[in-house]
């Protein structure tokens, strides 16, 4: 057995195409018509109840029991690019947490929760930039000293 995809339910499937295309860069993979699959590995469903035949209004918004988690590299950028985007509810502002990652998070147009980090190699890079150890960044970012290593490499 293999796992697929997560498939988000929405109420309006070309309103979620176009802020996944525009604000996350996803490209259709396949379309459907009620149902899109995107290149990250997720698809959005119009009509869930229909598809899944559970009783009608019973598909719970903005449930806060999952998330979908992309990172980004330039995080000064993509904020900027969200703000241009416009109308997009945030859960929280931007926020750094201990282990160095500056993150927002945000809800799509059906109030499914996106959180958006900062990439953890983009992280491990700037502080080895700055002269520290490998170790140092480990303890520093709180990730292994093998994922610094590849960082370093340029594979994360």
């Known amino acids: 057995m293999n796992f697929q995809l997560a498939l988000l339910a929405v109420r309006d499937v070309e309103v979620s195409k176009k802020f996944y295309q525009d604000l996350f860069d996803q490209e259709v993979e396949l379309d459907l018509g009620r149902n899109v699959t995107f290149s990250g590995g997720f698809a959005v469903q119009q009509d869930f109840e229909w598809l899944t035949g559970i009783e009608q209004g019973t598909a719970v918004q903005r449930s806060h029991n999952m998330e979908l988690y992309f990172e980004v590299d330039d995080f000064d950028a993509f904020m900027q690019r969200l703000e241009a985007y416009g109308g997009v509810g945030y859960v929280h502002p931007p926020k750094t947490y201990e282990w160095k990652q500056r993150v927002v998070r945000i809800y799509d147009p059906d109030f499914h929760i996106i959180e958006i980090g900062e990439s953890m190699g983009v992280i491990a890079r700037r502080y080895l930039g700055q002269g520290l150890s490998v170790e140092e960044v480990s303890a520093l970012i709180q990730h292994p ?12």
Do not use: K, S
């Open 145 to 156: 000293p093998e994922f610094v290593q590849a960082a370093a490499r340029g594979d994360v």
